[in-house]
């Protein structure tokens, strides 16, 4: 078996492969798409990697690594699932590939941004494939959470996680352009990874980012333009006390730009990512 990853991994490496949807390199690539075609979960108990393979695993594990290295697409839509959370997603071509840092947050509770046994009502505003809203929902069991898409398709998706986590009775699935179809709901958190790339960014982006849905991705000239809606609206929807929490990535330089009087927390994570902030409501503008 190792020797198919170390395979896998110089294969990946010679064809200049991109790592940005769940993994960090080239070896951590060709173990996931070796463990998936043995049906094997990781991680791997150290004696599997000296085991040997049949004659009809070696061409299963060959195939996905030629495919993942001629059609550029991310792993996850390979699989056909994502670990987020500590949960399992289906992941398809309906949503972004699930790989937000958000998720070390939803683990956290939240703390100490506010006290997790307070937190009653949840929104995971622009939803795609419903990992945040799922995964809230999982670590927060006396929650209800919204999750809100404008996108019928990933919403379908989104329903398929939250039945395959049996979380129907405590997460509505709600069609939306951000706040519009919310009809004055309040929550204690609204948290958020909505689509913040500039569009001269998005036409330079690694091939792999072309299979995911260029609604999730893209948001105007400058990747804020969902950004601004949602600062814009997050106050009459948070309880006081709520907390507005928003992924903004490679925008994050931008929106200091846009908003210098907003007093964002930036966040840190344990496990690598960046351009999240946090804000409390009584530190947003507007009524």
Same mark, same amino acid.
């Given at each position: ?6 395979? %896998?991994? =110089? ?11 769940? &993994? ?25 990697? #000296? ?27 390979? &699989? ?15 949503? !972004? ?13 939240? =703390? ?16 795609? %494939? ?20 404008? #996108? ?23 069609? =939306? ?8 709901? +309040? ?9 913040? +790339? ?24 400058? %990747? ?25 990535? =490679? ?10 009087? !907003? ?10 990512? #960046? ?13």
């Amino acid at each position: 078996m190792t020797d198919f990853v170390r395979w %896998g991994a =110089s294969r990946f490496a010679a064809a200049g492969l991109h790592y940005g949807h769940g &993994t960090q390199d080239p070896v951590d690539e060709a173990l996931l798409l070796v463990a998936h075609a043995l049906h094997l979960p990781l991680p791997l108990p150290n004696e599997f990697y #000296s085991a040997r393979l049949t004659d009809q695993e070696r061409p299963r594990i060959a195939a996905l690594i030629e495919r993942r290295i001629e059609e550029r697409r991310p792993s996850a839509y390979l &699989t056909g699932e994502a670990w987020f959370a500590g949960l399992r997603m289906i992941a398809d071509e309906r949503a !972004l590939v699930p790989r937000s840092p958000i998720a070390e947050l939803i683990e956290q509770g939240f =703390s100490p941004w506010i006290d997790p046994h307070a937190v009653q009502r949840v929104l995971d505003l622009c939803t795609g %494939g419903g990992c945040i809203a799922v995964a809230c929902a999982a670590h927060f069991p006396n929650s209800q959470v919204d999750a809100a898409d404008i #996108s019928a398709e990933a919403l379908t998706l989104a329903a398929e996680n939250v039945q395959a986590q049996a979380l129907a009775d405590r997460v509505r699935i709600v069609q =939306s352009d951000v706040f519009e179809s919310l009809n004055g709901q +309040v929550y204690d958190v609204i948290v958020s990874n909505p689509p913040y +790339v500039a569009e001269a960014e998005f036409v330079s982006l690694p091939a792999e980012y072309g299979h995911e849905p260029a609604l999730g991705l893209v948001a105007g000239e400058d %990747g804020l333009d969902i950004v601004r809606r949602i600062l814009d609206g997050a106050k009459a929807h948070l309880r006081p006390g709520g907390i507005l929490i928003v992924e903004v990535g =490679s925008a994050e330089g931008a929106l200091i730009d846009a908003f210098p009087e !907003l007093p964002f927390t930036w966040l840190d994570f344990e496990r690598g990512g #960046s351009g999240v902030f946090l804000l409390r409501r009584e530190e947003l503008t507007g009524d």
